[in-house]
Structures are given as C-alpha cells and as structure tokens.
C-alpha cells in the first residue's frame, strides 16, 4: 500500500493535478490534509471543508481513494462516509471520546502513534476502535521524540515486528514525519519494508518550492517514483 500526496491541500488545481501524477505511478492512496493541527498558531491550518470539497473532487476525477485526517467528532460525522481511509493524527491518540466515535464509523481508520506512545499505549488506543465495532484499524508508525534534533522524530522500525507479533493490526510507516529531511525518507522507506510493513505514507509535492508546510520533507513526483520501483 502506497499512500501519497502533499502534506497539505492548498488549492483545487494542486490537489488535482498531483493526484493526476500519482495515479500515473502506482500509488494506492491519495492523502491530502484539510485540517491541520499545527504547533505554531501562525501555521498554515489548511482549507478546511473546502479541502475536503477538492480532495473528493480529485478522487472523482483520477479513481484514487482518498485519505486525509479528521480532527474532531462532529468532522467524523460529517465526512466519515465521504472518505476511504480516516487517518487520526498523533496529537489525537490519546482523544478517547473521538476514538469511540470512530468505533461506530465502517470506514478502516488509519491510527498514528502520539509523540511518545509506548506499543501498548497505542494498541490500547487502537482497542477504544476495534472492540466497540469497527475492526478496520491499520496503525502507523511516523516516528517518536528523541534527543536528537537533526531529524523531525526518530523512526522506530522495532514497532512493524511488534505489532506484527502482538495484533492482527496492518501497519504502514511514515518516514516523511519521522525524517523531516527528504534525503532520509528512500533508505527509511526500503528499510521499513525490508521490516515487514504493510506500506508507505509518503509526502509528495511536485512543486514543492510553492509548498506552504512542510516543505523539506517533500519528495517530488519522480523521487516517490524511484522508491516505488526500488521496493518492486
């Protein structure tokens, strides 16, 4: 499973056209965020419902189904059925009461690891979904706080043979999060399916000098197409 796309929906023409040169190259799923739960204020939040509006567009246009994070219950309610995959970001692990809402949602969830979950943290959390209903739940790892501050997050590949051996659970890998540097995210993405990942959640941005968040973690669309061939 190849989940792509720009960290951010900006405008209909962008999501459209990347979406266009994504389906050229294999990837599975389109993702694209309308809502964005930034740490400074002054951030770029995203477009909101209208985002949304272009994200579906886009999937009517090129056939891709489409992923993109919910941030809140009456957000789930609203677009739980219009989407294929509700992707709960970190800051929203530990959101119980969003969780149960999500329980009663028949679209697979996408359950990111907070900040600093332990394995357990984060399979209970993915429990508040699975066991009040809706079992489909697929985790990913996108990296945990560390020392280290010449990356975004330290990438914690010992997470894919865990859940492998403790859950039932798919599990794909976010390197663009974890990495925060693009020339990191090829050799993290062989690696994390040479560990046993179900698939890839990678930022993608053809014109990533215009990108209005998270723009040195962007690949281009002939780098995503590189490491699709490298991992086939």
């Keep these: 499973m190849i989940i792509a796309g720009p960290c951010a929906i900006e405008s209909r023409e962008q999501i459209i056209r990347i979406a266009k040169k994504l389906k050229e190259i294999g990837v599975d799923y389109l993702r694209g965020g309308a809502f964005k739960p930034r740490t400074n204020p002054k951030d770029f939040q995203g477009l909101g ?23 809140t219950i ?19 692990m530990y959101n119980y009461e969003l969780l149960k809402e999500l329980s009663k949602q028949t679209t697979p969830v996408l359950l990111k690891r907070g900040f600093s979950a332990t394995y357990k943290e984060w399979i209970n959390a993915s429990k508040y979904i ?8 697929i985790l990913c790892e996108r990296g945990v706080r560390s020392f280290e501050p ?25 390197p663009s999060h974890a990495a925060g540097n693009t020339y990191m995210i090829k050799p993290m993405s062989l690696a994390s399916m040479a560990a046993g990942a179900d698939g890839l959640m990678i930022e993608v941005h053809d014109r990533k ?24």
Excluded at 74 to 92: L, T
Excluded at 130 to 137: I, M
Excluded at 153 to 160: F, K, S
Excluded at 210 to 231: F, G, H, M, T
């Design 49 to 71: 419902d209208e985002g949304i509006k272009y994200l579906i567009e886009a999937k009517e246009i090129t056939g891709l189904p489409i992923i993109t994070e919910l941030m």
């Design 74 to 92: 009456e957000q789930v309610r609203k677009y739980g059925d219009k989407i294929d995959i509700i992707q709960i970001g970190s800051r929203n």
């Design 130 to 137: 699975t066991e009040s209903g809706n079992c489909k739940v």
């Design 150 to 174: 010449e990356t975004r997050n330290m990438l914690d590949l010992q997470a894919v043979p865990y859940i492998k051996n403790h859950t039932d659970l798919k599990i794909v890998v976010d």
């Design 209 to 232: 000098e215009e990108a209005l968040c998270d723009k040195n973690q962007a690949l281009s669309i002939e780098e995503l197409k590189d490491i699709i061939d490298s991992i086939k």
